[in-house]
């Protein structure tokens, strides 16, 4: 009852996802290939430092396979790519830290086995397929997230990555 005994104002309330956005403690990663080429792949390591909650929505134009493993070999990170916060106001920076196009010497073990993301094969691509997947990440860790090209021509590969890090002295969850 707004405004009733024992209430001060009207009682609000949000999704979980907005409340974090509020916290400072949600970031997002966009990383785009143009080009995959054929069997080619798009990679991203993701080293976890803390705690991270990530879901990652994979889109591409034709047939790829995807997957994520834990604890890749690598020789080379890759380029760094920048973690924004999604509240604008904080000044709160993400610990996870993500790479593009790492030097991948093993791929570790796979912990979502590979998924078909139908878009078509050659000339008869049809593009916009895509799927999301969430994992809770344990820390200190690294992990792989890989689109694998498999439709016979270069395409486009993309994935957008949304994770929520607890802040200092929270549960890791």
Do not use: C, W
């Not at 396979?65 to 000044?91: K, W």
């Not at 709160?92 to 590979?114: C, K, W």
């Amino acid at each position: 009852m707004p405004g009733g005994k024992g209430f001060g104002r009207d009682v609000i309330t949000t999704s979980i996802a907005h409340h974090r956005i509020h916290q400072g403690t949600f970031f997002e990663v966009n990383i785009l290939d143009l080009a995959v080429a054929s069997a080619g792949t798009l990679d991203v390591l993701v080293r976890v430092v803390s705690s991270a909650h990530m879901r990652i929505h994979a889109a591409v134009s034709a047939d790829f396979l995807a997957e994520m493993t834990e604890a890749p070999i690598t020789t080379l990170d890759g380029t760094p790519v920048t973690a924004f916060n999604l509240n604008r106001f904080s000044s709160r920076v993400a610990s996870t830290l993500l790479f593009q196009a790492p030097t991948i010497t093993d791929i570790g073990a796979p912990i979502l086995e590979q998924q078909y993301l139908p878009g078509g094969s050659g000339g008869n691509a049809i593009g916009a397929q895509g799927s999301t997947f969430e994992e809770i990440l344990m820390s200190p860790g690294d992990y792989l997230l890989r689109l694998t090209n498999i439709s016979g021509q270069a395409n486009i590969g993309s994935m957008n990555i949304d994770f929520y890090e607890p802040p200092e002295g929270a549960p890791k969850v």
